[in-house]
């Protein structure tokens, strides 16, 4: 089946700069890459997915990037501010969405330093 | 447009007993999946419902097992309670199977296992 890997575990930046995110796939029939932030108590919530068929997508301060080729995706945030602290999942499904469960990475845990 | 609700929040059970969890996903979405989230394995995928049947199922023991109503609600139950079945169980439901429809989750039920 699908192996997810992320990394790093933990990743400490000083508020405003960058953070990236990077993660691995071993099947390369997945085609759908989804991230996920989760606060302390919350649930998990989609904050960006990309499709196979793009390299590369942007909302606002965040962006994913797809190396299909490669088998990895990264997840980019700029200007980073206290409430991105969070814990981030990257996630990989073969069919897209429900229908064949997704694979998680085992989680980022984001800390902004003021 | 309400989000997914999962009752009940919390949940206290000992060995050998059994527990249901129920899950209404947002309305309109017909496609609900469960995960299994612990600090040890992180997500895990357990099964999916779409229309009223078990499409996928994830690697666990036959303890665990679910069923969707034709309102799209899911329940989920875990029979023989073990100690290491403490979790945050968490729902997600999405639009339909196909490719690209992202999954949206509860805020999860947290069983605690004595």
């Known amino acids: 089946g699908e192996n997810v890997e992320q990394h790093p575990s933990t990743l400490s930046v000083q508020e405003g700069d960058s953070a990236v995110i990077k993660c691995t796939y071993s099947?390369?029939?997945?085609?759908?890459f989804p991230w996920y932030k989760q606060e302390l108590g919350k649930r998990p919530q989609l904050i960006i997915d990309?499709?196979?068929?793009?390299g590369e997508k942007k909302d606002q301060r965040i962006a994913v990037t797809l190396n299909k080729t490669a088998k990895h995706f990264s997840l980019h945030i700029t200007e980073t501010q206290p409430e991105d602290s969070a814990v981030y999942f990257c996630?990989?499904?073969?069919?897209?969405?429900?229908?064949?469960?997704?694979?998680f990475g085992k989680g980022t845990h984001l800390i902004i330093q003021p | 447009k309400a989000g997914v609700t999962q009752t009940p929040r919390y949940l206290i059970k000992t060995r050998g007993q059994q527990v249901t969890l129920s899950c209404s996903p947002i309305?309109?979405?017909?496609?609900v999946s469960w995960y299994q989230q612990t600090p040890g394995q992180g997500l895990q995928f357990l099964f999916e419902y779409f229309s009223e049947t078990q499409r996928n199922k994830g690697n666990f023991p036959g303890r665990f097992s679910g069923r969707q109503f034709s309102n799209s609600r899911s329940e989920m139950n875990v029979s023989t309670l073990e100690l290491g079945d403490s979790a945050l169980y968490l729902c997600a439901s999405s639009l339909d199977r196909g490719q690209g429809q992202p999954q949206h989750f509860g805020d999860g039920t947290r069983l605690s296992i004595l």
């Open positions: 309305s309109g979405h017909r496609s």
């Open positions: 996630a990989a499904s073969v069919s897209g969405g429900g229908a064949d469960g997704l694979t």
């Open positions: 990309i499709r196979s068929n793009v």
């Open positions: 099947d390369s029939a997945s085609n759908y």
